[in-house]
């Protein structure tokens, strides 16, 4: 079975610009979160999407933002970028119900804002 | 989300067993303890995951006394390649659903 697919896996990008991170989750599971791992903040949850809908959202300003398809896989964008938001962002996905079930996580995007 | 307390490092050798201590003290009676290892530049990878006294799998074994107010991931015999970050979280995942909450890890460090 395919892991969890994060494209592109590098990004390089200038402040003010808006960027879309794309994952495609394990084949039947229909929950996507997304975190974002700094050196100074660690892994940070930033929101959740379950059957096309947000389940759960972190602390994070508007400018990030996701969405859900029908085939479960999901997109994050961030608009305006900022110096700070240089990060590595992780995806993971899992099944969904019952909630208590491990999350699988793809290998990230590396994201540098200049 | 309870908070988790783990040491920030540890260095072992080769062979040896590897036990990683996390504290949970204010955790409720929903919670489920689950471990999590990180390779750089890769994305966290489940390891095991509890609710109370012992559980193990085919990598590894999660102790854990009946207070539940701590949790000890063990390692059997390690090699250079379960150098990595581990992180302990605690949390209700049938009512937080997938909203993980990381720490900061325990860095481990495998001698040869």
């Known amino acids: 079975k395919a892991g969890v697919t994060q494209t592109p896996r590098y990004l390089i990008k200038t402040r003010g610009q808006q960027v879309t991170l794309s994952c495609s989750p394990i084949s039947g599971h229909r929950s996507v979160s997304w975190y974002q791992q700094t050196p100074g903040q660690g892994l940070q949850f930033l929101f959740e999407y379950f059957s096309e809908t947000q389940r759960n959202k972190g602390n994070f300003p508007g400018r990030f933002s996701g969405r859900q398809f029908s085939n479960s896989r999901s997109e994050m964008n961030v608009s305006t970028l900022e110096l700070g938001d240089s990060a590595l962002y992780l995806c993971?996905?899992?099944?969904?119900?019952?909630?208590?079930?491990?999350?699988?996580f793809g290998d990230g995007t590396r994201l540098s804002i200049l | 989300l309870a908070k988790t307390t783990q040491p920030i490092s540890m260095d072992s050798y080769e062979g040896q067993e590897v036990n990683i201590t996390c504290s949970h003290n204010?955790?409720?009676?929903?919670?489920?303890i689950t471990w999590y290892q990180q390779f750089p530049s890769q994305g966290p990878r489940f390891i095991i995951q509890?609710?109370?006294t012992k559980v193990t799998n085919e990598v590894a074994s999660l102790f854990i006394p009946a207070d539940r107010k701590s949790s000890t991931l063990s390692l059997p015999r390690v090699s250079l390649s379960d150098t990595a970050v581990y992180y302990c979280?605690?949390?209700?995942?049938?009512?937080?659903?997938?909203?993980?909450?990381f720490g900061g890890g325990t860095r481990l460090m495998v001698k040869p």
């Open positions: 509890g609710y109370k």
């Open positions: 204010n955790i409720a009676t929903n919670d489920y």
């Open positions: 979280l605690v949390g209700d995942r049938l009512n937080a659903g997938n909203m993980l909450t």
């Open positions: 993971a996905s899992s099944p969904g119900q019952p909630a208590n079930q491990p999350q699988h």
